[in-house]
């Protein structure tokens, strides 16, 4: 009963304190909307500049993609940006006016409030979580006034920024030719500026404001993603391609192995043509011939699992790669699909 009353007292001062907002739903989408037309700037700007891809996107990329340099690689370049500014940005900072250090450490306490809670069973509990992190989110703020009035705050502003600018430049140049295009730091700039001015308003809201990456391989959900088109189907992907060259060169590796093996066991008949006449070499023959089924086994598995076992089943619809990013107001509604290509 007290935890009924608790519950209930929760909710009622959830729903008193709904009226404090920083941006309302369509200032936020407007300013996403801004966010995803940058990204897919920047993307399309170095979509010829690109001479790796990022680990996680290698199944979700054709092999022949980088050297193409078309609309796969700007959907690549989307992706990798989007995905990096919600692990690194949003899932990292408390505040922006805060320094960074004391901001990451506050972001971690938040997430971990949730991460750590029980698993939700009802509607009910999952709005006391909701506002349990809410309230602990508004009254460290509270808490922190001092900090947020203080002179220096525009300086940490600044130099979260700049650190920002030159992390992200230096995330995109691991994987882009050498020297990267002229333009990508003026796009960069515009991004980063925008996404500061983002998270500013995000720790003043009342309510819970879910920004979200959708990883590859993540169930497709209708009411938080918009599915995209126009670029090539998945055929054979940089892993795949990989694997198979990797198969290829166990398979060279097999074969060069028993070329020696036969080699030095035809020196080995010439020395001792007692041991052939009298049968004992037929056992090294049965070996030999062992070897040779074995080395066509190794052939064998260069071709496709489908072409041994048929097709591939066809699973339920999953994320290749998710172009940009979700905005939701945690229980109430989406602000921004995910824009997502399907497998």
Known sequence: EDQVKQLQNSLAHQRLSQSRTSLDDSEYTTRFNRLDGLIAQLAFSIRKSWRSIPSWLVTSVNKDA????KQEMTAA????????????VFDKCFHPDLEPGLSAQLRGIQKNIRRYAPNAQTSEEEEYLTAKVVNWRLSTLEGLQDALRAPNCAVNRAQLTDLLKENLCSALALHLQD?????????VHMI????VSIAIHLPLESRDVQIEYFMPGFSILPEQMKLESGI???LVSIADDAAERASMKSAASDITDLTNSEAHEGQGKKRSMLSALTGSGGAEGRKSKGKAQGAGGSSSSLQRPESSSGAKEEG???VRMAAGIGVSVRG???LVKAPVFGT
């Open 232 to 234: 090539p189907p998945l």
């Open 332 to 334: 109430r509604s989406v």
């Open 316 to 318: 339920p619809p999953r």
């Open 179 to 187: 020297p990267p295009p002229s333009d990508l730091e003026g796009g």
């Open 77 to 88: 370049g989307r992706s990798f940006i989007s995905c990096w500014l919600v692990e690194e």
């Open 66 to 69: 980088v050297a193409t340099g």
């Open 192 to 195: 980063i500026e925008l996404v």
